[in-house]
């Protein structure tokens, strides 16, 4: 069982030998090195809009899901509240029982004041324990959860900002307690997000289009643990985007955006080689150099500026860990939207390239939103990924009562 345990947490959670810190005698600084997390269903985009645009958000035209890509932007929300659902079937191509839920929703008090809150439940369907011997132990539902409220507040015509605060736990042994023999317990932590929003009218022709920039740090806060003595830290992420709304006509609209990202943790050290001056090599072990319990020592806010130069390629290494993503969105009427995009990260830091598509309906009381992962890479988990997302408008809700 503890096998079992184990093997989800290497996969959900992080591994304690893959990575290294930056030495320029190393011999292996060109070997696949992913920056590794807990909790990394708070990666994992929510809704169907952003999805369907190659997971881009952090400065596209606001909506009900802004939560999660910039909460800034709901201080330009033109309602005065609303709340989206978004459903995401995970790795399809593997199981059959993972999703993920989200539910997202903003009220705007004031002129220059929006409060909203988003709701994530990340399930790992069902998993059976055995023991040694292949008898069954017991059946453990694991799950990653989050929930979140921010306030935004509007400093100019056109700029906004907004902070966050976010409760995370994990809970990868649900079911199961120490006298099963199972010494993990779910992970607790807090977290914060600081966000700005830019939004600024421009003029085509005789058509007003817009240009927008977002910046969103999410989850500052503590790390998690899942036993005794060991922290793993959160994903720290620094988005950063630009979007522009290029008007055709009266009725015909495209909107090209583009985020790049950084996720702001240290690298997990690692084995490594070193070329000796006889020509021979000698391995390091970084759980004989003190490299590891530094890494488990060291606090999440010193990782933020620790991740900025411990990649042992240098800054070349750095410029790998950057992600970037780019998508477009034709709408017609304001009512009807076509969307694509493509998302790519640097194959040592986990290969993830894929092209995303979207559909998008809108009507003054909802909308219904699909996006549809196509994946570069062959056999990729993510390939086929579908997301849905269904908003509401209060406000065009409240008008169609009266």
Known sequence: ??????????????????????????????????????????????DARGGGMGDVGAATRPDENSQYWNPAKYAFMESEAGFSVSYTPWLRKLVNDINLGYVAGYWRFSERNTISASLRYFSLGDLQLTDANGLFLNTIKPYEMAIDAAWSLLLSEKFSGAVAL?????????????????????????????????NTPITFGSEDGRLRAGLNISNIGSKISYQEGVNYFIPTNLRLGASLDYPMDEYNKISISADVNKLLVPSVPRPYTIKNEDGTTTIVNPSENGSLDNYY????????????????????????????????????????????????????????????AGLGFKLNVFALDAGYVISVAQQNPLDQTLRISLSFDLNGIKNLSN
Not at 168 to 186: C, E, F, K, P, Y
Not at 321 to 348: C, D, H, P, T
Request: charged share 15%; proline share 4%; net charge neutral.
């Open 166 to 198: 976010r409760y995370i736990r994990s809970d990868l042994n649900q079911g199961v307690n120490a006298t099963s023999g199972n010494d993990m317990h779910a992970g607790n932590a807090f977290a914060a997000d600081i966000a700005f929003f830019y």
């Open 297 to 356: 020592n060291t606090s999440s806010i010193a990782g933020i500026f620790k991740s900025f130069s411990d990649e042992p390629a240098g800054f070349k290494g750095e410029l790998r860990e950057i992600m970037w993503s780019a998508g477009v969105e034709y709408a017609y009427n304001n009512q009807f939207f076509v969307r694509a995009g493509y998302f790519n990260e640097n194959k040592l830091k986990g290969n993830r390239k894929f092209f995303t």
């Open 1 to 46: 069982m503890k096998k079992i345990i184990f093997s989800l947490v290497i996969v959900l959670v992080s591994s304690s030998y893959l990575f290294s810190q930056g030495n320029p005698q190393w011999t292996d600084m060109d070997l696949p090195n992913p920056v590794l997390t807990g909790v990394p269903a708070l990666s994992i985009t929510p």
